[in-house]
Protein backbone atom coordinates (compact mmCIF):
# COMPACT_ATOMS: atom_id res chain seq x y z
CA UNK A 1 0.00 0.00 0.00
CA UNK A 2 1.27 3.37 -0.91
CA UNK A 3 1.36 6.39 1.90
CA UNK A 4 -1.03 9.05 1.51
CA UNK A 5 0.77 11.78 -0.31
CA UNK A 6 0.88 14.93 2.61
CA UNK A 7 -0.73 18.40 1.46
CA UNK A 8 2.76 19.94 2.76
CA UNK A 9 4.72 17.48 0.00
CA UNK A 10 2.44 17.97 -2.15
CA UNK A 11 2.39 21.56 -2.44
CA UNK A 12 6.45 21.85 -2.21
CA UNK A 13 6.29 19.36 -4.98
CA UNK A 14 4.47 21.06 -6.95
CA UNK A 15 5.66 24.75 -6.12
CA UNK A 16 9.18 23.38 -7.93
CA UNK A 17 7.08 23.49 -11.40
CA UNK A 18 7.14 27.29 -12.71
CA UNK A 19 3.93 28.92 -13.74
CA UNK A 20 3.37 32.07 -14.97
CA UNK A 21 0.74 34.40 -12.63
CA UNK A 22 -3.03 35.42 -13.94
CA UNK A 23 -5.93 37.00 -12.45
CA UNK A 24 -9.13 35.90 -13.65
CA UNK A 25 -12.03 38.61 -13.50
CA UNK A 26 -15.68 38.39 -13.73
CA UNK A 27 -18.60 40.47 -12.77
CA UNK A 28 -21.48 39.06 -10.63
CA UNK A 29 -24.47 40.77 -9.29
CA UNK A 30 -22.87 44.02 -10.53
CA UNK A 31 -19.83 43.33 -8.45
CA UNK A 32 -16.34 42.62 -9.67
CA UNK A 33 -14.70 39.57 -8.73
CA UNK A 34 -11.12 38.88 -9.11
CA UNK A 35 -8.72 36.20 -8.11
CA UNK A 36 -5.06 35.24 -8.44
CA UNK A 37 -4.02 32.21 -9.97
CA UNK A 38 -1.41 30.27 -11.37
CA UNK A 39 -3.55 26.41 -12.25
CA UNK A 40 -4.03 28.03 -15.84
CA UNK A 41 -3.30 26.19 -18.78
CA UNK A 42 -4.35 26.04 -22.34
CA UNK A 43 -5.93 22.83 -22.99
CA UNK A 44 -7.14 22.96 -27.18
CA UNK A 45 -6.51 24.74 -30.21
CA UNK A 46 -9.20 24.31 -31.91
CA UNK A 47 -11.55 25.52 -30.80
CA UNK A 48 -9.10 27.65 -28.20
CA UNK A 49 -9.93 26.34 -24.49
CA UNK A 50 -8.13 27.15 -21.39
CA UNK A 51 -8.65 25.94 -17.85
CA UNK A 52 -8.27 27.34 -14.54
CA UNK A 53 -8.49 25.38 -11.41
CA UNK A 54 -10.63 27.14 -8.85
CA UNK A 55 -10.96 26.37 -5.19
CA UNK A 56 -14.53 25.87 -4.05
CA UNK A 57 -13.87 27.46 -1.14
CA UNK A 58 -12.90 31.15 -3.08
CA UNK A 59 -15.69 33.34 -3.45
CA UNK A 60 -14.40 33.64 -6.99
CA UNK A 61 -16.07 30.26 -7.43
CA UNK A 62 -19.03 31.30 -6.07
CA UNK A 63 -19.31 34.02 -8.58
CA UNK A 64 -17.82 32.36 -11.75
CA UNK A 65 -20.45 29.74 -11.35
CA UNK A 66 -23.01 32.34 -11.29
CA UNK A 67 -22.53 33.19 -15.42
CA UNK A 68 -20.22 32.17 -17.80
CA UNK A 69 -18.13 35.03 -19.35
CA UNK A 70 -14.76 35.89 -17.39
CA UNK A 71 -11.45 36.79 -18.69
CA UNK A 72 -7.79 35.83 -17.56
CA UNK A 73 -5.31 38.58 -17.35
CA UNK A 74 -1.57 37.32 -18.18
CA UNK A 75 0.76 39.37 -15.55
CA UNK A 76 3.66 41.33 -16.07
CA UNK A 77 6.55 41.41 -13.36
CA UNK A 78 4.70 45.19 -12.43
CA UNK A 79 1.90 43.26 -11.62
CA UNK A 80 3.15 41.65 -8.35
CA UNK A 81 1.34 43.80 -6.66
CA UNK A 82 -1.80 43.30 -7.36
CA UNK A 83 -1.10 39.64 -7.57
CA UNK A 84 -0.70 39.63 -3.62
CA UNK A 85 -3.77 41.47 -3.01
CA UNK A 86 -5.89 39.58 -5.04
CA UNK A 87 -4.61 36.21 -3.70
CA UNK A 88 -5.00 38.12 0.19
CA UNK A 89 -8.11 35.88 1.63
CA UNK A 90 -10.69 38.29 3.01
CA UNK A 91 -10.19 41.01 1.45
CA UNK A 92 -13.20 43.26 1.03
CA UNK A 93 -14.72 43.18 -2.53
CA UNK A 94 -15.88 46.13 -2.67
CA UNK A 95 -13.73 48.68 -4.15
CA UNK A 96 -11.12 45.42 -4.39
CA UNK A 97 -10.05 46.87 -7.90
CA UNK A 98 -9.73 50.83 -6.80
CA UNK A 99 -6.29 50.02 -6.55
CA UNK A 100 -5.36 47.71 -9.07
CA UNK A 101 -5.39 50.01 -12.79
CA UNK A 102 -7.48 48.06 -15.30
CA UNK A 103 -9.74 48.57 -18.28
CA UNK A 104 -13.10 47.14 -19.18
CA UNK A 105 -13.66 44.42 -21.85
CA UNK A 106 -17.04 45.15 -23.93
CA UNK A 107 -18.79 42.48 -21.55
CA UNK A 108 -18.04 45.09 -18.91
CA UNK A 109 -15.24 42.86 -17.41
CA UNK A 110 -11.66 44.20 -15.51
CA UNK A 111 -8.35 43.53 -17.62
CA UNK A 112 -5.59 44.50 -15.54
CA UNK A 113 -3.48 47.08 -17.10
CA UNK A 114 0.15 45.29 -16.07
CA UNK A 115 -0.29 42.60 -18.04
CA UNK A 116 1.21 40.69 -21.34
CA UNK A 117 -1.45 39.53 -22.59
CA UNK A 118 -5.74 39.19 -21.76
CA UNK A 119 -7.65 36.33 -23.03
CA UNK A 120 -11.65 36.54 -22.82
CA UNK A 121 -13.71 33.28 -21.96
CA UNK A 122 -16.85 31.76 -21.92
CA UNK A 123 -17.58 29.25 -19.61
CA UNK A 124 -17.28 25.45 -21.74
CA UNK A 125 -17.67 22.80 -19.27
CA UNK A 126 -16.77 22.68 -15.50
CA UNK A 127 -15.21 19.90 -14.48
CA UNK A 128 -14.93 19.10 -10.62
CA UNK A 129 -11.84 17.46 -9.16
CA UNK A 130 -11.37 17.34 -5.53
CA UNK A 131 -11.99 20.35 -3.85
CA UNK A 132 -11.62 22.21 -7.01
CA UNK A 133 -13.12 22.89 -10.00
CA UNK A 134 -11.71 23.16 -13.18
CA UNK A 135 -13.37 25.85 -14.94
CA UNK A 136 -12.78 25.44 -18.92
CA UNK A 137 -13.34 28.52 -21.51
CA UNK A 138 -13.71 29.03 -24.70
CA UNK A 139 -11.75 31.56 -25.79
CA UNK A 140 -13.74 34.63 -27.53
CA UNK A 141 -10.90 37.22 -27.52
CA UNK A 142 -7.72 37.52 -26.97
CA UNK A 143 -5.46 40.30 -26.70
CA UNK A 144 -1.63 41.04 -26.55
CA UNK A 145 0.17 43.12 -24.17
CA UNK A 146 3.22 45.07 -24.70
CA UNK A 147 6.30 43.14 -24.71
CA UNK A 148 7.80 42.95 -21.28
CA UNK A 149 9.16 40.81 -18.01
CA UNK A 150 7.26 37.62 -16.67
CA UNK A 151 5.75 37.70 -13.16
CA UNK A 152 6.29 33.94 -12.11
CA UNK A 153 5.62 32.14 -9.18
CA UNK A 154 8.15 29.26 -8.14
CA UNK A 155 9.20 28.06 -4.91
CA UNK A 156 5.78 29.85 -3.08
CA UNK A 157 7.62 33.05 -3.90
CA UNK A 158 6.69 35.68 -7.14
CA UNK A 159 9.78 35.40 -9.50
CA UNK A 160 11.31 37.92 -11.77
CA UNK A 161 11.68 36.65 -15.47
CA UNK A 162 13.42 38.97 -17.58
CA UNK A 163 12.51 39.43 -21.42
CA UNK A 164 16.12 37.96 -22.36
CA UNK A 165 17.14 34.68 -23.87
CA UNK A 166 19.46 32.69 -21.50
C1 LIG B 1 0.50 32.76 -6.90
C2 LIG B 1 -0.86 32.28 -6.48
C3 LIG B 1 -1.58 31.44 -7.31
C4 LIG B 1 -2.85 31.00 -6.95
N1 LIG B 1 -3.53 30.18 -7.79
C5 LIG B 1 -4.77 29.78 -7.49
C6 LIG B 1 -5.48 28.97 -8.41
O1 LIG B 1 -5.03 28.63 -9.49
N2 LIG B 1 -6.75 28.61 -8.06
C7 LIG B 1 -7.33 28.99 -6.88
O2 LIG B 1 -8.48 28.61 -6.62
N3 LIG B 1 -6.66 29.76 -5.98
C8 LIG B 1 -5.41 30.17 -6.28
N4 LIG B 1 -4.73 30.98 -5.42
C9 LIG B 1 -5.37 31.39 -4.17
C10 LIG B 1 -6.36 32.56 -4.39
O3 LIG B 1 -5.75 33.65 -5.06
C11 LIG B 1 -6.87 33.05 -3.00
O4 LIG B 1 -7.50 31.96 -2.34
C12 LIG B 1 -7.83 34.21 -3.09
O5 LIG B 1 -7.82 34.88 -1.84
C13 LIG B 1 -9.25 33.81 -3.38
O6 LIG B 1 -10.00 34.98 -3.23
P1 LIG B 1 -11.56 35.01 -3.00
O7 LIG B 1 -11.91 34.04 -1.92
O8 LIG B 1 -11.78 36.42 -2.58
O9 LIG B 1 -12.22 34.68 -4.29
C14 LIG B 1 -3.43 31.41 -5.73
C15 LIG B 1 -2.70 32.27 -4.88
C16 LIG B 1 -1.43 32.69 -5.25
C17 LIG B 1 -0.66 33.61 -4.34
Redesign the pocket.
Known amino acids: MTTPVGERDFRRAMGTFA?G??V?TCVSDGQD????????ASVSLLPPLLL????R???????VTQQQFWAVSVLAHGGRDS??W??????P?QG?LDRVPHRRSERGIALLDQSLAWLECRTHQTVSAGD?DILIGQVERVTQGPDGDALV?WRSG?RHLPDVTA
Not at 33 to 40: D, K, L, Q, Y
Not at 57 to 63: D, L, P, Q, V, Y
Not at 86 to 91: I, P, Q, Y
Request: charged content about 10%; overall charge neutral.
Open positions: TVGVHAMTANAIVAVDATRFWEAAALATSGRLQHYY
